[in-house]
């Protein structure tokens, strides 16, 4: 499910977890003077209304300065720069606006939207804030100790968040149209359940009155050529009314690709989902024709966003390493699971080679696109490179659904 994703950030006793047991309504977070309280993140799920399910976040103090304030602050940077609103928090008690200072300055670089909620602990703050000078339209003040301020700085924290557009899954599906869905269930797929990805397009073709067909495809006796497999595939789609697009598993493409009648569009999941987490598919296609001035000792990494148990013929740590190997034997490839992907040094790499992403939110897969962009590092992804090594033709057939 989408959440709109709401960070609370500040010094230590700013009040940020009252803030966010405010805005809960709940004891979600331990409230204490004692500095640094708030030791990790503490995560609320809730519906905020008029605005739809929300995710919370409150964070400690970025102003620790022991080694393990350090990493939390690591990490808090990395929670603003991912989630929609940051709401900063300043105590209306200080005179050094530094930590404010800098969270704002982060927040604009990145052009994130955040407010300031001026903690107000008692009736006569001894500062004025100084924020106040710079734009008053972001700054609420109150006592957060106080219950009715819930009823005040919510209406404060809708005006500011901005909902994210909805995109279709799949744009291009029509009415009363079919749709295969290759799905080659090898060592890896878990048992009792499809994927992720597979079951979001099972039921986004269905909620559009169109038909979804899966199919499981045995690439091992369609790579050795067996007659049979591609009967079975030709079959299948000779019997399908009103066929409109093939969408595979990308490790699929080198088979799906030649099967599939030109006629019919095709393209893969791995496609659909950063195309629909980031809206920035033309990112990952250009981020593909670095390959062809790639240097002889170039870097890649290869990035899976989650740490699913890896067997035998993995697409990301042994067919994509060993398609790229033929192709370029002296580069170097490195690999990033789950979230070493913040700790890596990305600007060494000539090439990003990204999965899906199926397991990570839109804001934090965009996060990552952005970053990247940022630096001016390419990007690409499972499906579009898959489509690449089969040759242009395949490449811009596999983009055409979306464009
Ligand atoms: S997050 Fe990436 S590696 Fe993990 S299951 Fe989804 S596509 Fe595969």
């Known amino acids: 499910m989408k959440r709109v994703e709401i960070g609370i950030f500040g010094r230590m006793n700013a009040g940020k977890s009252t803030l966010m047991n405010l805005l809960t309504q709940q004891e979600t977070s331990i409230v204490d003077p004692t500095p640094g309280t708030t030791a990790d993140h503490k995560i609320t799920l809730f519906e905020l209304h008029g605005i739809g399910p929300c995710k919370i976040f409150d964070t400690p103090g970025i102003d620790e ?68 000078e710079v734009d008053t339209s972001i700054i609420k003040e109150a006592n957060l100790s106080e219950e009715n301020s819930r009823e005040a700085i919510l209406p404060f924290i809708k005006k ?133 001035t790639l240097k002889e000792n170039g870097k890649i990494l290869i990035c899976e966003a989650c740490n699913h148990s890896r067997i035998q013929e993995d697409i990301g740590t042994v067919q994509i390493p060993n398609i790229l190997k033929k192709r370029y034997p002296n580069i170097t490839i490195d690999h990033s699971f789950g979230r070493e992907f913040e700790d890596k040094n990305l600007q060494e790499y000539d090439l990003i080679i990204h999965c899906g992403g199926c397991m990570i939110s839109a804001q934090k897969l965009t996060q990552r696109v952005v970053n990247l962009e940022v630096h001016h590092i390419p990007i690409t992804n499972y499906g579009i490179f898959l489509s690449w090594i089969q040759g242009q033709e395949v490449l811009e057939r596999v983009v055409k659904p979306w464009i």
């Open 65 to 132: 300065e022991t080694i393990l304030g350090q990493k939390k602050r690591k990490k808090v940077i990395q929670t603003l720069r991912e989630c929609d609103l940051a709401i900063i928090t300043t105590p209306s008690n200080i005179a050094d606006f530094s930590v404010e200072e800098e969270l704002i300055s982060l927040a604009q670089s990145i052009q994130k939207t955040y407010i300031l909620v001026h903690n107000i602990f008692d009736s006569t703050p001894q500062h004025s804030i100084k924020f106040k």
């Open 160 to 292: 500011y968040i901005t909902k994210t557009k909805e995109h279709s899954l799949l744009p291009f599906i029509k009415k009363d149209h079919s749709y295969v869905l290759i799905i080659p269930m090898d060592e890896e797929t878990p048992e009792k359940r499809l994927l992720r990805p597979q079951s979001m397009a099972v039921e986004e073709i269905t909620r559009n009155w169109a038909y979804s067909i899966t199919y499981r495809m045995d690439l091992k006796k369609a790579r050795a050529g067996n007659i049979e497999e591609k009967r079975r595939f030709d079959n299948l789609l000779n019997h399908i009314p009103f066929l409109d697009a093939v969408i595979t598993d990308s490790q699929a493409m080198d088979i799906v690709s030649r099967w599939t009648p030109k006629q019919v569009q095709l393209t893969t999941f791995s496609i659909m989902m950063i195309q629909h987490g980031t809206q920035r598919l033309s990112k990952f296609y250009q981020g593909v024709n670095t390959l062809t």
